[in-house]
């Protein structure tokens, strides 16, 4: 049986939008949420898909060590939330890859407030 299964996780940063012709070209903060979506073949002996701990691994990793308490304009060069979503994609494609694991990503969603966020689907 297929099945997705979802982890989210948060982290404090700022950033600024140098291409944005508006206020949201001067530095600010955010508390952003960030969603990783999976799916795969349930394991009959586990009964998961992956552990859940497997996923909070990659994203402490890869998005909180990474992001959390920075300006991200010092780690990607135009930090929209598209394009956060699109380098925590190229970085899931390795990880996931190295760690030998049998699940397809489905989403990641990348919410810069509580009622906006950009989705990248795979």
């Keep these: 049986m297929k099945m997705t299964v979802c982890k989210r996780t948060s982290f404090d940063a700022a950033h600024y939008l140098p291409n944005y012709p508006g206020k949201c070209a001067n530095m600010h903060g955010h508390h952003w949420?960030?969603?990783?979506?999976?799916?795969g073949e349930v394991d009959s002996e586990t009964g998961m898909v992956v552990d859940f701990?497997?996923?909070?691994?990659f994203l402490k990793e890869k998005v909180v060590d990474r992001f959390d308490h920075t300006l991200v304009n010092d780690v990607i060069e135009n930090p929209t939330?598209?394009?956060i979503a699109g380098r925590i994609k190229l970085s899931w494609d390795l990880w996931r890859d190295e760690n030998c694991l049998a699940v397809e990503l489905n989403f990641i969603r990348v919410w810069e407030t509580p009622d906006s966020y950009a989705e990248l689907r795979a």
Excluded at 33 to 38: A, F, H, Q, Y
Excluded at 53 to 57: A, I, M, N, Q
């Design 33 to 39: 949420e960030v969603e990783l979506g999976v799916s």
């Design 53 to 57: 701990v497997r996923l909070s691994d």
């Design 81 to 83: 939330a598209e394009n």
